[in-house]
């Protein structure tokens, strides 16, 4: 079988790892790919979101299937251009419709969605540029912080939290009338702010069953002790120590199985991933996002712990007989540390060559941020290199991931050495 996975980063590295396990992969390309996916695929120079180049390559190559790693091209549309060209129509992609990526792609559209189909979320309203005062006027009705949400992708970066109720005024009218992050917050959705601790449910789904695959937590900020700016991810561990099978049952039955339903009841065409973002209020879960993809770095813990056959897992959602397989889980832990640029995420330098790869043993690396230049591996991003472990419990397998790290190199590294911290 020959598959075409779309991406460039840890999440696609990890999920071309776990593809070409499965004897049914004979051929696997990845665009554009990154130093990690060449020492075991063929990347191919194409851009995830350039659907005629997709086209003329999945035809050139005879492509059986294509697996969508980045939400971009799931918002433009990617599923439903295949389905709609003749001659393309008969390869699976493995990811949402355009109308079902607008849980991601529209933050207001997954609030309407999770109002409508009784999904437990915190209270909310959207504003334009024309009615930013009213916005201004229900942050007055709120109890602080204060949640701003640019509507549309802002690359992980669109959701502020303000403690000062004139900051959060003058922030709403910087995204909606100065349009800070762009397009992006031409709508805003303020939302009630919810206090508790934040899980990770990753559901695999072929739009009528599903099957709802490990917990992960991942680190947003880029300072030790969650401080600082939020980043894509700093690291993840799997399974999430907290996750009893009580709070696993009420989250199967208030959140993924409603979920999945509702995209049923509302025609929503889905055979993909979905990324619930949940945060835990007085062992409640509450659903603060929808993604329509991995997320990343969780994709480098929860992925490896996956011992079914991803691709036939693919093959099953692409058939809706997702239902006939099985889902077989590694029970060990698995933690991720994200190596990063300095300066990550505001401006950093890339090109720096990346030494001591070669030397980690016992750890799986994935590629992130990173290219070849003449042979060499270099940093290409702000992300670089994820560094993932097992363990019989977090504890173990995050001091795999440290001792590791130590023998990696390039200048201006950095990490985050308290991941799993809060769990301790």
Do not use: W
């Not at 959140?255 to 999945?260: A, E, G």
């Not at 879960?285 to 770095?297: A, C, H, Q, T």
């Amino acid at each position: 079988m020959v598959i075409l996975l779309l991406g460039s980063g840890g999440r696609e590295h990890a999920l071309a790892f776990k593809m070409l396990q499965s004897p049914i992969c004979s051929t696997l390309f990845v665009a554009p790919g990154n130093a990690g996916t060449a020492s075991i695929a063929t990347n191919v120079s194409i851009n995830p979101n350039d659907f005629n180049a997709i086209k003329s390559f999945s035809i050139q190559e005879k492509v059986d299937m294509v697996v969508v790693g980045p939400e971009d091209p799931l918002v433009l549309g990617i599923y439903d251009f295949f389905k709609n060209d003749s001659e393309l129509n008969h390869i699976p992609v493995i990811g949402p419709s355009k109308l079902g990526a607008q849980l991601e792609g529209s933050k207001e559209f997954a609030k309407e969605f999770l109002v409508k189909h009784k999904i437990p979320t915190a209270a909310y309203d959207s504003f334009t540029a024309a009615t930013v005062e009213k916005g201004c006027k229900f942050l007055e009705t709120l109890q602080p912080p204060y949640v701003l949400k640019a509507d549309g992708l802002a690359a992980g970066k669109g959701v502020l939290i303000l403690n000062d109720l004139e900051e959060a005024k003058t922030e709403l009218r910087n995204m909606l009338v100065h349009a800070k992050f762009g397009n992006a917050s031409a709508k805003v959705v303020i939302e009630e702010f919810l206090d508790g601790i934040e899980l990770s449910c990753f559901v695999l789904t072929d739009g009528k069953s599903y099957k709802v695959l490990p917990t992960a937590k991942d680190y947003k900020r880029i300072g030790e002790g969650d401080t600082g700016l939020n980043t894509g991810g700093m690291g993840a561990i799997s399974p999430v120590p907290f996750a009893d099978a009580v709070l696993l049952e009420k989250i199967e039955t208030r959140i993924v199985k409603p979920t999945v339903e509702g995209l049923q009841k509302d025609g929503i065409e889905y055979k993909g991933f979905v990324f619930i973002g949940l945060i835990i209020v007085k062992g409640e879960p509450i659903v603060i996002e929808y993604n329509v993809r991995m997320g990343d770095p969780e994709t480098e813990v929860v992925i490896p712990r996956i011992k079914s056959d991803l691709v036939e897992l693919f093959q099953a959602v692409a058939n809706e007989k997702l239902n006939e397989v099985s889902l077989e889980i590694d029970e060990r832990s698995a933690t991720t540390v994200m190596v990063v640029s300095g300066g990550y995420p505001e401006d950093y330098d890339r090109g720096f060559e990346i030494s001591g790869i070669e030397n980690i043993q016992d750890s799986l690396v994935f590629h992130a941020g990173t290219k070849l230049e003449n042979g060499k591996v270099v940093t290409n991003g702000g992300r670089v290199i994820a560094i993932t472990s097992f363990g019989n419990d977090f504890k173990e397998a995050i001091k795999k991931s440290y001792q590791n790290i130590d023998k990696l190199n390039f200048d201006k590294m950095y990490f985050r050495k308290d991941i799993g911290f809060d769990l301790l």
